[in-house]
Every structure is written in structure tokens, then in C-alpha cells.
């Protein structure tokens, strides 16, 4: 009767405990700003994430009062290496106690009433993801009884993801 009970990223509430998110808005002047997002680890004993699988992404997007909003730009918090194990592409888990500053330029939108949202989204299983489409994308390569189980595993990596928090800044003044 051995269970694995520690909830880890896949948990939300395990997940939000782990982090301390803010986020400001600079003024850089000529209509130029920065949303820089700070993100802190404040609960996890290790690195956040722990290792390559997950990947923690930051949207930062600005939205308007009549609701608009449009992407402004995505930062990825986490170790990625590419699909075969061999190459280290990038690392920018925070360490335990740690923290890291996520910056993304704009220029001041045309209405009077907006602001910066960041939207931070988890993915568990994104270097999976990242294998499964690499290889459905060579599905013709593959034995045809491979793929509905390739498709299924897809399917249940992206249906893991989940949107941890939303944050907001406005200009000042």
C-alpha cells in the first residue's frame, strides 16, 4: 500500500504556497513603461520548479477599460532542455529563498484607462508535451497503433495545466 501523498506542482494550492508574486508598473517616461514581475520562493526547500518537466509561464498582457486586452509578451520559469536530455537550453528556476525580476517593455497605449495583467499559468508536464508533439509531428514515421495513445497522453499533459494567479498594476498618476 505505498502511495506517493506529496501534492507538488500539479496542486495549486501546494503551488501558490510555494510563491510570492508582485508586480509594478515603470514609468521609463516618453510613454515608454516596464512591467517588471518579481517572483519570489517562499515556500519551496528547492529550486522552483524542482526540475525539468513543469515549467511555470508568465503572460504579461495589458488590458484596456472597455476590456480589450492583447499580449504584450510570455517569460517561462523553469529548466528547459531540449527533448533528448542532451542539451541544456535554458534555467531560470528560482532557488529556495531566492527570487527573480521578469521584465517586459511597452509603450502606453492609446486610452486614457488601462493596465498591465500578469497571468501566471502552470504547465506540469511541458517537456512532455514538447515529446508527444515532436512526435506526432512524425506520425507518418510511426506504427498507426502508437498514435492513439500518443494523442491521449497530449491530451492529458495539457488538460494538467492550470492558471495559478492574476495579477494587476496601473500606471501611476
Not at 503572460?59 to 528547459?80: C, D, H, K, M
Not at 506520425?139 to 492513439?148: E, F, H, I, S
Amino acid at each position: 500500500d505505498r502511495r506517493h501523498l506529496w501534492r507538488g506542482i500539479h496542486d495549486p494550492e501546494m503551488t501558490r504556497k510555494a510563491i510570492d508574486v508582485a508586480l509594478e508598473l515603470v514609468d521609463l517616461g516618453k510613454g515608454r513603461y516596464e512591467a517588471r514581475a518579481t517572483v519570489r520562493n517562499v515556500g519551496a526547500a528547492h529550486h522552483f520548479p524542482t526540475y525539468m518537466v513543469p515549467k511555470v509561464e508568465l503572460l504579461f498582457q495589458v488590458r484596456e477599460a472597455n476590456g480589450r486586452s492583447r499580449e504584450l509578451g510570455r517569460q517561462v520559469i523553469g529548466w528547459t532542455v531540449d527533448i533528448g536530455i542532451t542539451r541544456e537550453i535554458d534555467d531560470t528556476r528560482i532557488p529556495a529563498g531566492g527570487s527573480r525580476v521578469f521584465s517586459q517593455p511597452l509603450l502606453m497605449p492609446a486610452t486614457r484607462d488601462w493596465q498591465v495583467e500578469l497571468v501566471v499559468r502552470v504547465r506540469p508536464g511541458e517537456h512532455y508535451e514538447r515529446i508527444y508533439r515532436d512526435a506526432l509531428a512524425r506520425a507518418d514515421r510511426l506504427p498507426a497503433a502508437v498514435l492513439p495513445p500518443l494523442r491521449q497522453a497530449l491530451d492529458q499533459v495539457r488538460a494538467a495545466e492550470y492558471e495559478l494567479l492574476r495579477v494587476q498594476a496601473r500606471p501611476h498618476g
